[in-house]
Nanobody, 124 residues
Framework: QVQLVESGGGLVQAGGSLRLSCAAS????????WGWFRQAPGKEREFVGV????????SYADSVKGRFTISRDNAKKMVYLQMNSLKSEDTAVYYC?????????????????WGQGTQVTVSS
């Protein structure tokens, strides 16, 4: 059925960059807002950012604002998270998720579908 697959994680030095990708299949891509969440070892899952259904609005957590950028490609059914100026505290498993709501939500409970996650490790 609905499938979301993240890729692009890996090991990177502090100050470096990484781009995560999320490929969606078997769903109407444009009918969902797309969010990124992360979970670090021993910590709760936290919101990272989201792009609206229209692609015209974005929202980011304060901890990543100015460093991370979300974008989407409706034709390819792909969503991306460009991460720059990475810090050791960015180390986490990153998940993409889909929400059917019209606006922007930071609440994981509003997201219906989730990917398997991809590991990002930033060395200091």
């Amino acid at each position: 059925q609905v499938q979301l697959v993240e890729s692009g994680g890996g090991l990177v030095q502090a100050g470096g960059s990484l781009r995560l990708s999320c490929a969606a299949s078997r769903l109407t891509f444009s009918a969902y807002a797309w969010g990124w969440f992360r979970q670090a070892p021993g910590k709760e899952r936290e919101f990272v950012g989201v792009v609206s259904r229209s692609g015209g609005s974005t929202s980011y957590a304060d901890s990543v604002k100015g460093r991370f950028t979300i974008s989407r490609d409706n034709a390819k059914k792909m969503v991306y998270l460009q991460m720059n100026s990475l810090k050791s505290e960015d180390t986490a498993v990153y998940y993409c998720a889909a929400s059917p709501i019209l606006g922007l939500s930071t609440d994981s409970a509003r997201y219906n579908y989730w990917g398997q996650g991809t590991q990002v490790t930033v060395s200091s």
